[in-house]
């Protein structure tokens, strides 16, 4: 192994059996007993290396393989064919309060958890009011952990892993823990981690944590390495591909009739019941979005469509909607402008309507009083 790294992955591919589901009758087990398990494969010819004091990100969608990656480093799992091999002392949080027992103070278990990771009573000794002071549990450090909220038992378990004297940090989704200010806590806390030369490697979701704190991305698409480097570049790829997959499996479950187009619409201008003119120019604007690259835009006017509607650039709608609508907001055109001028007193029914799928899938009506 090159002493400078700290993870090497070689050649690594994990298989998983996968069995029927169990037999209720003799019938059933004589015909299942002769047929073959099949095998899932999970990830397929990984290799990766991780220097020393390098913080790395591994991202890709549910199901991708990039948690499993991150058990086999821990070693809780072993690879089908490949190595892992990790140099320095290992700590990993996958699973938050492994350890824990209910009956048990918040400081009895801290000494519990602590354990499981290594640490002997003296050096658990020396951490634990800094533990204590890191949960900020108070008072109800000496409470059973059976009393505690969900937010305050997280809360004690990530601050009993993160102050573990570890050279390698594996950690799985667990950025999300407690308030906002507590998961500030924890950002901070993994920073000073990476300052001090520790190596992270983190799994997550939250691309703009990925962003922000690691110096390099790794991104894993149906088990395979799809691409490694500078984390902007990465995820950037990462969201395209995803936008394109999104796009392919709404369209699949829309044909088989297991799900439906979305679309939202809204006017910013006129203002509803706002008065006008007669003769005046009244300006329609607005935007729409739909996850249908299908779909019809229209506007009316007293059930009068207009013919003239003007595309218009909409990038904080697009910031909005770019994880929910992922793959319809790329050109960032979703606003409209549109015109017409009332040659009469009255009211003016103003309708914007979104149609995907030979369906009504947003509507959004204004009225306008023409003096």
Known sequence: MNRD??????NLTKEFRVNHDGAKTLKEFLVRHHTKAQRHVVLKDINLDIKKGETVGLIGVNGSGKSTLLKLMTKIIY???????TNGRLTSLLELGAGFHPDFTGRENIYFNA???GMTRKQIDARVDDIIAFSELGDAIDEPIRTYSSGMYMRLAFSVAINVDADILLIDEILAVGDQHFQDKCYDKLLELKNSGKTIVIVSHALDQVRKLCNRAVWIYKGTLRLDGDPAYVIEAYKKQSAIDHKEEKKAAVEKGTDEYKGV??????ADYSKAATGQQIMIN?????DSDDFVFSIEVNGRRLDDITPVDRPDVASVYEDEYAGYVEDRKLGFSAAF???KPGEYQIRAQIAAGGKMIAD?????TVE
């Open 5 to 10: 790294n700290a993870i090497e992955v070689r």
């Open 79 to 85: 690879p089908t064919q490949g190595t892992v091999e």
């Open 115 to 117: 354990s499981i990771f």
């Open 265 to 270: 619409v809204f006017i910013d201008s006129p």
């Open 286 to 290: 607005g935007w729409r979005i739909a």
């Open 341 to 343: 001028i009332p040659e």
């Open 364 to 368: 959004k009506q204004i009225t306008v």
